[in-house]
């Protein structure tokens, strides 16, 4: 079983969730929050969008097929807003040009449902190292240089 | 509250400002329809919301939208309204829309039986709800763990008394869990550990050296029907003093001491198998030394009694002489006798009813060990009626060790390497059991003389085998022959009284 954060007195860093999934969305805000993060989940990709305060995170974790907002374009404003986290889609549907096009839009990494788990935390690891060591041109492998968004 | 009880005014006067300045948890006042008159720790409220957007709204304000989908901001104060100090976890929203694990718990305020509002109190449990999530999952990994392993694992306290017992356990001891939860180990165990395993425990408890934790040693434990097993056992601790548990790993050995006596049986058997196979030997040159004392009886004897029709002038010394002469070749030979049961002595022959079937397994499991690593196949087909055989069990597997060992052999060098056992009932009270291989057959010079002895085909063989194997046959009343088929190899066969013989003639 792997380690847990809980104890950790360093910042937590902060990762932020939204899927319009209840299940999934608060599974994984627990899931985060035990791992060491400081995580908030939003119900809708709006309700972050609105958020000043999620311009401090570390992290965000978008689902893809929302009913407000697609993924794409919740990332596309947050990048447009001058954020420069590491961002991490999950999807139901995951497909080669899907991965692309995401890749193309920003995003770190594309998760197909429904074995998300291991596969955020194994990136999450990897990010907050990258951020850590200073070694990465972009936050968390963020912004691509040929990225229009 | 002495110091405060002077002036009433003053209380209340405290209250509202516990009210208002207490934000750690979020505080609600509402009307008896839900709506918000109040909120607490205004400016600072761990959910952000403030009063100014909140009051004369609706507390469906912080329900998720599932939920207010399903009737619960209604709902909960209609059981709060019912029930004392109704209380649930809920995801509350934040003013952000962010959402967060909650304890809520809802106070009917009521004031001489009528219904004033609701006081409402939220605790954010995300992070004990998080620690609980990874312990479960914990729980569960281990919890899966112990259901799988096929060892059996029994946790007691340091009372001896049994506080976790897997699903192995209850499959080895025939115990259900419940049954033996708070009950004595020992219940587990024959004399004498029986009496004695609370003393066990506390030789540890008092510090003394630990005599299996740590170490492990094959037990007996005792099953629920009373039946005893061995097994292994072995015990880790945990815990600290007047706190302690100890897991025990039980590793049922019964099934391996199974093995290693049916392991030891059939060496017996080999050994008993290879002294007959001696005896056999012994029995040819016993034959033989026999024959000269019986020819010297039969000349004295003869003599005599040629000298006895005609005794005019023989002295009579003679007739002593050649008498004495036969008795004392009579000695010889109940010497020799003698020598031949002592060899015998432990290899007791006597003819019982034997499961046929059975008797052929047996020899098959010693003459075919390996058999199969070399390519042989073995074909057996056992006629069913063909059931019951008057035989010396031991001597007949011999006959069959000797005949199959033969046949495999034979089958070294053939491409085609199938081995035919058959048995048959036949019409006239025996059985016929018959061994096929599909080696080169045998030599047409050897073919008269197969079963003498001193006749191999074989390059290192003694060619006392087939021979010993004609000798138990016949003794038992069969016949064994060879034959060879057209397209090749070497059919044995020879016949044992069948045992049911009789009953089918009765009927």
Known sequence: ?149 | MDEIAGGNAELSDLVRLAFAQSAKHVQLILDPHGKILALNGEGHRADQWASAECVGSSHELFYSSEERAAGLPDIDLATAAREDGYEREMWRLRRSGTEYLSRMTITALRHENTLHGFHVIARDITHEAAIRAVNDTREQHLQSILDTVPDAMIVIDELGLIVSFSAAAQRLFGYEESEVVGCNVSCLMPAPDKERHDDYIRHYREGGEPRIIGIGRTVTGRRRDGTDFPMHLSVGVAGHDGDRVFTGFIRDLSEKERDDLKMRELQAELIHVSRLSAMGTMASTLAHELNQPLTAVANYLEETRDILSDPQGTPMAIVQEALSEAAKETFRAGFIVRRLREFVARGEVDKNVEDLSQVIDDAAQLALAGAKERGVRTLVNLDPLAKHVLVDKVQIQQVLVNLLRNAVEAMASSTVRDLHIATCKRPDGFIEISVRDTGPGVAAEIRPRLFEAFVSSKIDGMGLGLSICRTIVEAHGGRIAAEYPDDGGTIFKFTLIDANAEEDDER
Request: a neutral charge.
């Open chain 1, 1 to 149: 079983m792997s380690t847990s954060l809980l104890s950790s007195s360093e910042k937590r860093p902060k990762v932020l969730v939204t899927d319009d999934d209840a299940a999934i969305r608060r599974s994984l805000q627990l899931l985060l929050h035990a791992k060491g993060y400081d995580a908030q989940s939003y119900t809708t990709a709006s309700a972050l969008l609105a958020d000043d305060d999620a311009r401090l995170a570390d992290c965000i974790i978008v689902d893809y097929n929302m009913p407000d907002i697609n993924g794409l374009s919740l990332l596309r404003a947050l990048r447009a807003n001058g954020w420069k986290g590491a961002a991490i889609l999950i999807t139901a549907y995951g497909n080669d040009e899907l991965t692309k096009r995401a890749k193309a839009c920003g995003y770190a990494e594309v998760i197909t449902k429904p074995f998300i788990r291991r596969p955020i935390l194994d990136a999450l690891q990897r990010f907050c190292e990258c951020r850590q060591a200073g070694d990465c041109a972009h936050q968390g492998g963020g912004c691509a240089p040929d990225c229009d968004c």
